[in-house]
Nanobody, 119 residues
Framework: QVQLVESGGGLVQPGGSLRLTCAAS????????GAWYRQASGKERELLAN???????NYADSVKGRFTISKDNAKNTVYLQMNSLKPEDTADYYC?????????????WGQGTQVTVSS
């Protein structure tokens, strides 16, 4: 079994920064890839960024140049560094990891963490 734990959300002023962490534990051979999403109140879930096994990344236009996704293979962890935060970044943030669990690659989801950008 694999569990994901997200952390790092909170309240931040406009222009500030936060780093979200998505840590996987359990029966893990490797992390094949990861992604971060967000869902604002009344809106659909939005894919923000993803990273593959080789470390190649893609970003939504809404966060390009402000957010950075990265991973630490040794720690089975994916991060989202968020800079220059804006009030419209306020949302619940979710991570997903594609985990090789020695049998197959499965997608797992974090529990979500709330980010509020407000003065």
């Amino acid at each position: 079994q694999v569990q994901l734990v997200e952390s790092g959300g909170g309240l931040v002023q406009p222009g500030g920064s936060l780093r979200l962490t998505c840590a996987a534990s359990g029966r893990i051979r490797s992390i094949a890839g990861g992604a971060w999403y967000r869902q604002a109140s009344g809106k659909e879930r939005e894919l923000l960024a993803n990273i593959n096994r080789e470390g190649n990344t893609n970003y939504a236009d809404s966060v390009k140049g402000r957010f950075t996704i990265s991973k630490d293979n040794a720690k089975n962890t994916v991060y989202l560094q968020m800079n220059s935060l804006k009030p419209e970044d306020t949302a619940d943030y979710y991570c997903s990891l594609d985990v090789d669990n020695y049998s197959y690659i499965a997608k797992y989801w974090g529990q979500g963490t709330q980010v509020t950008v407000s003065s």
